[in-house]
C-alpha cells in the first residue's frame, strides 16, 4: 500500500507537466496564428472583398480586388464552392451571373434575381503559391407580404371589445408589426413569430385588442410592415371600422323668433348608426295641437298661436338604441322683433351717432380756426374833420371826403 501511495504521488507531477507543455504549445501556435493574419493583411496579392446585402429579386455586385499581381488570375465561386468566373472566363451557365469587370487586379459579377437560395458565403480566389482567398457573405433578405387584417368582418358594438389580428408572411429576417388608428399608432401584443417549414423565411402575427366608441365609427385600422427590404416605406393594411350605436337627438327649429299667425317647424336631427328611421313627436302634458302635422323628422305648424306654447319632445329610433330631446317653443307676437333685427339697429344707430359727434368736433375746430385768424379791419375817417371851423363843414368832410364833387341841390317849388 506504501509502494502505491509513493507511485501515485510521483505520476501527478508527470500530468502537470504534461498539461503545461500542452498550454505552451497552443499558447505558440495562437502567437503564429496572430502574427500570420498580420502578415495575411499587409499581403500584396491577399483578394479584398466586402459583405453585401440584398433583397429577393434585387441585384448584388461581388468585387474582389488585390493591390498587386504576379500574372495569376481571380476566381469567384459560389456558396457551393462552384466556380462563377474564372477570370474573364464563365464557369457556371447561369444567365443571372454576368460579367462586369475582369483585370489582372480586379474581378467584378453580379448576380440579378436574387433568390433566397443565393444567401450565403462566396469566395474569391487567387492562384498564386500559396493560393490566396477572401469570402463575402451574401444575405438575402425575404420580403414580407402585404398584411392582411381579420377580426372584425361585420360591424361591431358600441362599447364591445374587439380582437383584431395582422399577419405577414416571407420576411427574413422577421418583420416587425405596427398597429395605427387614424394616423395614431396603438400598441399591440408582441409579435408572434413562426417559422415557415419550406423555405427560410418567417411568418410574423401580432393582436389588437381595444374596446370601440361611437368615435370609433369609420375609423381607419392599419397595419404595416416593418422591414429593411422595404425600400420605399412600410407596407400597409387599411380597414375602415364600422360602429354600432343608438342615436344622439336634437331638435332645430326653423327659426329663433316664431311669430303668430306664420307657418313654422321643428326638425329632429338624429345622429346613429345605423341611421333613425323611426321617429315619434310628442307635446309633453298634452296632446299636439289640431294644426300640427308630423312629417318623419319634422312637426309642421300650418298656422302658429300662442296656444301651440309647450314643450315639445322626439324620440329617434334605429334598431340599435333609441334617443329623445325636448324643446320648448313660445309663440311671439307679430311685430315682434328678432333679437339679430335688434342688433342691428343697435349698430346702425351706434354708427350714426358716431358720424354726428365727428361733424360736431370738425366744427369746433374750424369756428376756433376763423376766430384766431380773423383781419383786423381799420376805419378811415374823412381827413380834415377836426380841423373844420364848424359843424357843419366837419360833417361834409366826414361823409366819405366827397369835396371835389358837386353838391345836389334839391329844389322846392
Not at 500530468?15 to 502567437?31: E, N, V, Y
Request: glycine residues 8%; charged residues 20%; aromatic residues 6%.
Amino acid at each position: 500500500m506504501s509502494g502505491m501511495r509513493v507511485r501515485q504521488s510521483m505520476t501527478f507531477p508527470s500530468f502537470q507537466r504534461a498539461a503545461l507543455r500542452a498550454l505552451a504549445a497552443l499558447t505558440m501556435l495562437l502567437a503564429t496564428s496572430v502574427r500570420s493574419n498580420y502578415v495575411f493583411d499587409e499581403d500584396p496579392f491577399q483578394p479584398v472583398t466586402q459583405d453585401e446585402t440584398v433583397a429577393v429579386g434585387g441585384v448584388v455586385t461581388l468585387t474582389c480586388s488585390v493591390k498587386e499581381n504576379d500574372n495569376s488570375s481571380l476566381q469567384w465561386s459560389n456558396t457551393a464552392q462552384q466556380t462563377l468566373y474564372f477570370g474573364e472566363k464563365r464557369a457556371l451557365r447561369d444567365n443571372r451571373i454576368q460579367l462586369v469587370k475582369s483585370t489582372g487586379t480586379e474581378l467584378i459579377i453580379t448576380i440579378a434575381e436574387v433568390q433566397l437560395s443565393d444567401d450565403g458565403e462566396y469566395t474569391c480566389s487567387i492562384f498564386t503559391m500559396p493560393v490566396r482567398t477572401a469570402r463575402a457573405t451574401v444575405t438575402v433578405l425575404g420580403v414580407p407580404g402585404k398584411p392582411v387584417i381579420t377580426g372584425f368582418e361585420d360591424a361591431v358594438q358600441e362599447g364591445s371589445t374587439v380582437t383584431l389580428t395582422c399577419t405577414s408572411s416571407g420576411s427574413k429576417p422577421p418583420a416587425k408589426l405596427h398597429w395605427y388608428l387614424n394616423q395614431e399608432e396603438k400598441p399591440g401584443r408582441p409579435d408572434v413569430v413562426e417559422s415557415n417549414p419550406e423555405e427560410p423565411t418567417y411568418t410574423v402575427t401580432s393582436e389588437l385588442i381595444f374596446t370601440v366608441t361611437r368615435d370609433d365609427n369609420n375609423a381607419l385600422i392599419a397595419c404595416a410592415v416593418d422591414h429593411p427590404s422595404i425600400a420605399n416605406g412600410d407596407k400597409k393594411t387599411e380597414q375602415p371600422l364600422s360602429v354600432l350605436f343608438s342615436p344622439s337627438v336634437s331638435i332645430q327649429p326653423e327659426s329663433d323668433l316664431p311669430r303668430e299667425g306664420e307657418k313654422f317647424y321643428l326638425q329632429c336631427v338624429a345622429n346613429g348608426n345605423p341611421e333613425p328611421t323611426a321617429f315619434v313627436w310628442r307635446r309633453k302634458d298634452g296632446e299636439l295641437p289640431p294644426l300640427a302635422k308630423v312629417d318623419g323628422a319634422f312637426l309642421r305648424f300650418e298656422s302658429l298661436n300662442k296656444t301651440d306654447n309647450g314643450i315639445y319632445e322626439c324620440q329617434a329610433d334605429n334598431g340599435i338604441g333609441m334617443g329623445d330631446v325636448s324643446h320648448t317653443l313660445l309663440v311671439q307676437d307679430p311685430t315682434a322683433m328678432s333679437t339679430s333685427s335688434g342688433v342691428d339697429h343697435a349698430v346702425i344707430g351706434g354708427v350714426v351717432a358716431v358720424i354726428v359727434f365727428i361733424m360736431l368736433c370738425l366744427l369746433i375746430v374750424l369756428g376756433r380756426y376763423l376766430i384766431r385768424h380773423k383781419g383786423t379791419y381799420l376805419t378811415h375817417e374823412a381827413k380834415g374833420s377836426d380841423d373844420a371851423p364848424d359843424a357843419d363843414t366837419a360833417i361834409i368832410n366826414a361823409e366819405g371826403g366827397h369835396s371835389g364833387v358837386d353838391d345836389k341841390k334839391e329844389y322846392f317849388i
